[in-house]
């Protein structure tokens, strides 16, 4: 079953000049050069945004490993298919709740999270209920962290 979540209006809801400080875990290198260019155009956006990938193993043990990465105070926040979705604004209005350092983004491997990752994360996010390979979700999330990032400056790469 698909969660779709939503948000109501904020009334409290402001543009930022800032953008909190994010983690993405992602297991694996990205291969494809293709891929790679256009993950770097938007990393050089996102200064804020630092990523740390992990080998490539099983997601129990991918599992494990982003548990050593994850500070106490952290939210841990797989991918998956199955997990919350958003369209850009409402993304832009949730991820505008975590302060700098709070939330850490985890892509797993082509075979997924680890259900056991998901059920101890606090929040799981889906950038579709579609399937993609994991260096495409890496940059699909790379360019959506960007795009939030002008909805919450309120600039107008966001159309």
Not at 27 to 43: M, T
Not at 70 to 77: A, C, G, S, T
């Amino acid at each position: 079953m698909v969660c779709r979540a939503s948000i109501a209006a904020d009334v409290n809801f402001r543009p930022m000049t800032g953008f909190p400080r994010l983690k993405i875990v992602a297991v694996g290198k990205v291969k494809k050069s293709w891929l790679q260019d256009a993950i770097a155009i938007y990393a050089q956006r996102l200064p804020e945004v630092s990523l740390i990938e992990i080998k490539d193993s099983t997601p129990d043990q991918e599992a494990a490993k982003v548990a050593t990465l994850v500070k106490p105070h952290e939210q841990l926040i797989p991918l998956s298919e199955d997990g919350d979705l958003y369209d850009s604004p409402q993304f832009a209005q949730w991820l505008a709740r975590f302060d700098s350092g709070e939330a850490v983004f985890f892509i797993g491997g082509p075979v997924g999270v680890s259900p056991r990752l998901k059920d101890t994360a606090s929040s799981v996010l889906s950038l579709s209920p579609l399937t993609f390979p994991h260096e495409l979700a890496r940059l699909l999330l790379f360019e959506q962290l960007y795009r939030t990032k002008t909805i919450l400056q309120g600039t107008s790469y966001h159309k």
